[in-house]
């Protein structure tokens, strides 16, 4: 197993911790250094609050563990690609490069991201770490969703 696989299965564990909350299963850390210094997963609807994605909750938790805003020099590790808050929220906070697992197909936000020149920062992102264990994890999620409220499957939560 290679750094960054090790790094995305504490990402992993995060999103199995979610899930086990009834929280969508997304699970990140922030290394820096080679150390994990952060690790959070998904709270929306534990703390009825639209901002406690995964991403959001590890860049609180790191930040105050370095006594800094600025996360320069990590790294984030994280189960789905992020939304363009989550990213906006990277870049604010100066982290240097996000790995994710999952491509979130409908919106390919991080190359939406990436395309813009105008911010002070340079944020690198690279999917497809532990792709399909990611992936795998919020499928399960969602059937199981649609599956006990009737749905079809098309539909999400």
Not at 139 to 152: G, I
Request: net charge positive; charged share 30%; aromatic share 6%.
């Amino acid at each position: 197993m290679n750094e960054k696989e090790r790094f995305m299965t504490k990402a992993v564990k995060q999103a199995l911790a979610a899930m086990k909350q009834d929280e969508v299963p997304i699970g990140a850390v922030i290394v820096k250094d080679g150390k994990v210094i952060a690790r959070a997963h998904n709270r929306r609807r534990k703390s009825n609050d639209a901002t406690a994605h995964a991403e959001t909750e590890a860049i609180r938790k790191a930040c105050k563990k370095i006594g800094d805003w600025r996360l320069n020099g990590c790294e984030m590790y994280v189960t789905l690609e992020p939304c363009l808050m989550c990213l906006g929220a990277c870049y604010n906070a100066r982290i240097s490069k996000v790995y994710f697992g999952a491509y979130d197909k409908t919106e390919g936000r991080s190359e939406m991201m990436r395309s813009v020149n105008t911010l002070n920062h340079n944020l690198e992102t690279e999917g497809g770490v532990l792709e399909e264990k990611c992936s795998n994890i919020l499928t399960q999620y969602f059937k199981s969703k649609r599956s006990a409220r009737n749905l079809p499957a098309d539909d999400c939560d």
